[in-house]
């Protein structure tokens, strides 16, 4: 299953995000959000979803995934956050986990609205944050 989807996506996953897609196959947020900071804007992004293999094409890697001109170039879409906006992981030179927010859209050859929120998936997952809305961030 993953062997197929580096083939197709013409790339190779980092170990720690394969590790994740084996055990959970991406996933929803129930009832809370989890929030990450995103410290180049200083704004904390509410997640909805890690994409998955072979899901419904809403929260599909393949489907986010089936053409180049959708995100800046060396990017795949991993996930979506509460704005619309995807969580990128970098590919080539870019390594890590990204935020794209999609106002960029319009230009998404351009890195524009990218911003690196970790520097690999497991420190992504670490960073996690439950989002409580009498609260705040615990």
Same mark, same amino acid.
């Given at each position: 299953?993953?062997?197929? /989807?580096?083939?197709?996506?013409?790339?190779?996953?980092? +170990?720690?995000?394969?590790?994740? %897609?084996? +055990?959970?196959?991406?996933?929803?947020?129930?009832?809370?959000?989890?929030?990450?900071?995103? !410290?180049?804007?200083?704004?904390?992004?509410? %997640?909805?979803? %890690? =994409?998955?293999?072979?899901?419904?094409? @809403?929260?599909? %890697? $393949?489907?986010?995934?089936?053409? $180049?001109? !959708?995100?800046?170039? $060396?990017?795949?879409?991993?996930?979506?956050?509460? #704005?619309?906006?995807?969580? /990128? /992981?970098? $590919?080539?030179?870019? @390594?890590?986990? =990204?935020?794209? #927010?999609?106002?960029?859209? !319009?230009?998404?050859?351009? !890195?524009?609205?990218?911003? @690196?929120?970790?520097?690999?998936?497991?420190? =992504?997952?670490?960073?996690? @944050? +439950?989002?409580?809305?009498? /609260?705040?961030?615990?």
């Amino acid at each position: 299953m993953l062997d197929c /989807l580096e083939e197709r996506l013409d790339t190779t996953l980092p +170990k720690d995000y394969k590790q994740f %897609l084996r +055990k959970y196959n991406g996933g929803t947020v129930v009832v809370h959000y989890l929030t990450f900071l995103v !410290e180049g804007i200083n704004e904390v992004i509410p %997640l909805e979803v %890690l =994409f998955g293999i072979d899901v419904e094409n @809403k929260y599909s %890697l $393949n489907y986010w995934n089936r053409s $180049n001109d !959708e995100f800046p170039p $060396n990017y795949l879409a991993i996930g979506e956050v509460g #704005n619309g906006g995807k969580l /990128l /992981l970098g $590919n080539g030179n870019n @390594k890590g986990i =990204f935020y794209w #927010n999609n106002m960029f859209r !319009e230009s998404p050859l351009v !890195e524009e609205g990218v911003y @690196k929120v970790a520097d690999n998936f497991d420190a =992504f997952l670490d960073g996690l @944050k +439950k989002f409580n809305s009498n /609260l705040g961030i615990v």
